[in-house]
């Protein structure tokens, strides 16, 4: 009677397209015919048997939200997962569909009452979509450009010689006249549309190998550049190194370090964030630091799931659970130690009214809410506004908005609104995609507002230099 009900139930989650795959697929119909999970780490029975159904998750998930379907939110897939352990779904494209649309924001990890691990099975599930579920040509291509290119800053930085020509000779004025690179490929796009303005700051992420601390050590600490955060916003990079020497802090950034393995990672890309993992550890191995400090949430989550990421490695497994457990957020760090650099008013008169937008990796992957917060109320004359929908993702997701351009529009334009209704004069955000998807929609919707990183909020509080907001 059991096997029966959970049959119905999972027969229930699946879509009219799925049915209909298998009505036109009888050989399909029986289970030992159907595609199945590999047996490398598929999802944990185990873990997938702690949800309990109670839906608490359905409000909180951005992708049901938007879609409306239960094989979009995370009890659905969770039932997704158990039918194709069981031999009642299939692994193909009509069930992976329903795991692609998945953000991974973790928003779910925080409302369940009975701490599934949503993103272990998730993140399970990915890796065997991609070793078994074939994807058409363009699926591919896209993916093979993004996993070839976003996680290697040198190889990033060779192709923004032709988007700065693309930008500055009036190309990118005229496809946007045309409109017809939306109609040709929505993705490619997607792409375009968050392409910042590029400038000379791209072409330049020189760091000396240590900076000493301002005044007495305090501590001796590593820095992580990132990828997208070392070319697109290498200012921020340079204020949290500022920040952190003003702070007694001794800054070490070793030359071999390179992605941190979030993309990869995040999409089930698993032999190559592995062998990312091991880049990183190893660029640190010798450094004698007190703590690894990364200032993009997105990094930070991973960083500090290495130990996950290379537990099947016998040379780097115990290696990788110490080094996770030395990464720290830089706005967690600093929350821990104390700022003992005095800070200044950021605006004349003192009162800037400012938002600050939480990264879904920082509030539901690290569980860092408070303390960004809590910096940015030392800075005198800071007010704080909390807009409606906080926890709700703001579409970036990695490189979600490039692989689900539909989903991820309408989450951007939501979050934006959301932003701009609290009134505030700025907008503060930890984390690059975040960043750039939000910029994206604040230009959409004709708005003018500043954006930047905490860090550079503090780094020009403690230099005491005054914000003009215009120009932000």
């Known amino acids: 009677m059991q096997t029966s009900k959970k049959q119905t139930q999972n027969s229930e989650l699946i879509s009219a397209k799925d049915s209909n795959f ?60 158990d039918a194709i352990n069981q031999g009642d779904a299939p692994l193909a494209e009509v069930t992976s569909q329903h795991f692609d649309t998945c953000l991974g924001c973790l928003a779910c990890v925080t409302a369940c009452p009975s701490g599934v691990k949503y993103d272990q099975l998730i993140g399970a599930t990915r ?42 000779l009036g190309i990118k004025a005229l496809v946007q006249a045309t409109g017809l690179l939306p109609k040709v490929s929505p993705r490619l796009a997607a792409m375009e549309s968050i392409l910042p303005e590029i400038n000379a700051s791209f072409f330049s992420d020189d760091f000396p190998l240590v900076i000493p601390a301002q005044g007495e050590k305090r501590y001796r600490v590593g820095v992580i550049l990132g990828c997208v955060q070392r070319l697109f916003f290498s200012g921020v990079n340079q204020a949290t190194v500022r920040v952190l020497t003003a702070n007694g802090c001794e800054v070490v950034i070793p030359k071999g370090q390179g992605c941190c393995a979030a993309l990869p990672a995040h999409q089930g890309q698993t032999t190559q964030a592995q062998a990312l993992a091991r880049q990183m550890i190893d660029s640190f191995a010798d450094t004698a630091v007190d703590a690894v400090i990364i200032n993009a949430a997105g990094c930070g989550h991973t960083l500090k799931e290495y130990g996950h990421i290379l537990q099947d490695d016998p040379l780097y497994r115990e290696t990788a659970q110490a080094f996770a457990a030395q990464v720290k957020d830089v706005q967690e760090f600093l929350s821990e130690i104390g700022l003992s650099a005095p800070l200044s008013p950021l ?73 701009m209704n609290t009134g505030a004069d700025l907008i503060a955000s930890s984390n690059p995609g975040c960043s750039l998807q939000i910029k994206k929609h604040l230009q959409l919707q004709g708005r003018s507002i500043p954006l930047m990183h905490p860090i550079e909020l503090l780094d020009y509080s403690i230099r005491g230099e005054k914000l003009d907001l215009s120009d932000c």
């Open 22 to 81: 298998l009505s036109q697929n009888p050989h399909l119909q029986s289970e030992e015919f159907f595609p199945q999970f590999d047996p490398q780490n598929p999802p944990d029975p185990g873990l997938i048997n702690t949800c309990v159904h109670c839906g608490f998750c359905l409000a909180t998930c951005p992708s049901y939200r938007v879609l409306g379907k239960e094989t979009d939110s995370p009890r659905g897939r969770i039932y997704l997962m």
């Open 347 to 419: 605006v004349d008169p003192e009162t800037l009214t400012m938002v600050y937008q939480d990264a879904c990796h920082l509030l539901h992957g690290q569980k860092i809410s408070a303390q960004p917060r809590q910096l940015l109320q030392q800075i005198p004359g800071v007010q704080l506004r909390e807009p409606m929908d906080a926890a709700l993702c703001c579409g970036s997701a990695g490189v979600y908005n490039l692989l689900q351009p539909e989903v991820a529009e309408e989450l951007g334009q939501q979050k934006v609104e959301n932003l």
């Open 127 to 168: 890796s065997q979509v991609e070793r078994n579920v074939p994807r058409n040509l363009g699926d591919r291509l896209l993916r093979a450009l993004i996993f070839n290119l976003f996680p290697y800053p040198e190889r990033l930085k060779i192709l923004l010689v032709p988007l700065f020509a693309y930008q500055k």
